[in-house]
């Protein structure tokens, strides 16, 4: 009995000291608790207290620093084609009783899309004389001042005609040319004097290159440049035979010299095959030479000799590690002749915008348009009877325009349908897109 009254003794105070034990363990939390909900109540009381800050506006993005950019504007025209009837038309009487050769009023029509050039340029397929003959390809050296006095600055001579008078008529015309205050590019009058075309333009350092596929020749066999090889800047090595094979480390030295001389702009003339010609779309041993130009350092490339438009494209390419726009005019068709084959009355001046900036120096190519230009032979058409010339290079836009305002002077309205005809047609072929009259197209930089 008395050992079972002990351990009774015992659990009972074990007992005891469990509830002792939970009771602390029940208080403490308590209190814990307590402590936890007043520093809650404290901290909610606090932001009561403290006023809700008005909402901050979102921050204005930061805009980009405004370019200032000084531009110049660049002209090319077409093919200005020696043949009989454009001389026979431009033989005038002087004062004295004489006869003279005034190629101004043939050419009046282009002057006012020349009028906004910082340097405009043209292609010459002839060569010039005092004294004729004056047939197929020999024009009055009279053209030459008629071509300065119509806006013109420099002229392209690699042709395939230059050498049809041999190398004295060549060296005749460059010479010219030159005495009547133009740059020649593509042909030369001595040995000593050949040297690649560099224009300073508003602080745009421009270089000028030209060449031809090869020598026509006033008959079948075309001219060797063998003895005289400084006279003209050729695009073929086999010009006398095939005329296949293109003079690349040509045109690769050619380009390391203006590159060496610090040209910040590379023009390039090209006068294509006769395979090319009347065709308005390029042919493939075009578009192979201009890959190349393009990839090379040429940034613009106006090409000739197809007698008829072909399309404008502007490229974006690769080189020297960042990219570059090059625009390619594969043919302007002809800016003066006596072709009377579909298209060959067609032609444009390409307006190409050239920028450069004024706190970076940095240049590029900010825009290109055409202005259509229409060569008329007043004898195709009813009323051009009453005309007062035959042949007349035509401001197709301003031709439109008077007409249907009735200006004074205004052509016969069959001569009218055929420009605004040939308006759309140059549109379709050139690119509706380049068309200066809806502003032209506009180039992004950096491209």
Not at 392 to 412: F, H, I, S
Request: hydrophobic share 40%; net charge negative; aromatic share 10%.
């Amino acid at each position: 009995m008395k050992k079972n009254g002990f351990v009774t003794g015992v659990l009972y105070v074990l007992l005891v000291l469990l509830v002792v034990g939970l009771g602390f363990i029940l208080y403490f939390n308590y209190r814990a608790n307590m402590e936890q909900q007043q520093t809650i109540q404290d901290t909610l009381d606090a932001l009561a207290a403290t006023p809700t800050p008005a909402p901050t506006s979102t921050p204005a993005p930061t805009a980009e620093p405004e370019r200032t950019a000084e531009n110049i504007t660049l002209c090319f025209a077409g093919d200005l084609v020696g043949q009989a009837g454009l001389t026979t038309d431009a033989l005038v009487e002087t004062d004295g009783g004489g006869e003279t050769y005034d190629f101004t009023n043939e050419l009046a029509g282009v002057r006012a899309s020349l009028e906004q050039a910082d340097l405009a340029a043209c292609t010459l397929v002839s060569t010039l004389s005092d004294g004729g003959p004056y047939d197929a390809y020999q024009m009055p050296r009279q053209m030459a001042q008629a071509l300065k006095d119509a806006g013109f600055d420099l002229v392209n001579a690699a042709t395939d005609h230059l050498l049809d008078r041999g190398v004295t008529g060549l060296t005749a015309t460059v010479d010219y040319l030159r005495s009547a205050g133009l740059s020649v590019v593509g042909a030369y009058s001595s040995s000593t004097s050949r040297s690649l075309p560099i224009a300073q333009v508003n602080g745009v350092k421009i270089a000028f290159l030209s060449y031809t596929y090869g020598t026509a020749g006033t008959g079948a066999t075309p001219v060797s440049v063998a003895e005289n090889s400084w006279c003209i800047d050729l695009l073929t090595t086999d010009y006398m035979t095939d005329k296949e094979t293109v003079d690349y480390a040509k045109i690769d030295g050619d380009l390391a010299a203006v590159k060496e001389a610090g040209a910040d702009l590379v023009v390039s003339f090209l006068y294509w095959w006769d395979s090319a010609q009347y065709f308005t779309e390029p042919r493939n041993s075009q578009t192979q030479v201009v890959d190349y130009l393009c990839q090379h350092g040429v940034d613009v490339i106006v090409g000739g000799g197809v007698k008829v438009p072909q399309p404008i494209e502007v490229r974006t390419v690769e080189r020297d590690g960042g990219k570059a726009n090059c625009v390619v005019c594969y043919s302007l068709s002809s800016l003066m002749s006596c072709f009377n084959d579909n298209y060959t009355n067609l032609s444009a001046v390409v307006d190409i915008q050239v920028s450069r900036d004024e706190d970076t120096g940095e240049i590029w190519i900010s825009g290109v348009s055409t202005k259509p230009l229409f060569m008329v032979d007043t004898a195709d058409y009813t009323g051009g009877e009453g005309m007062n010339y035959r042949y007349r290079v035509l401001d197709a836009w301003q031709v439109v325009e008077d007409y249907e305002n009735g200006a004074d002077g205004a052509v016969p309205e069959e001569i009218y349908e055929a420009v605004k005809t040939g308006i759309g047609d140059l549109d379709a072929i050139l690119g509706e897109e380049y068309a200066a009259r809806d502003g032209g197209l506009a180039l992004e930089f950096p491209y």
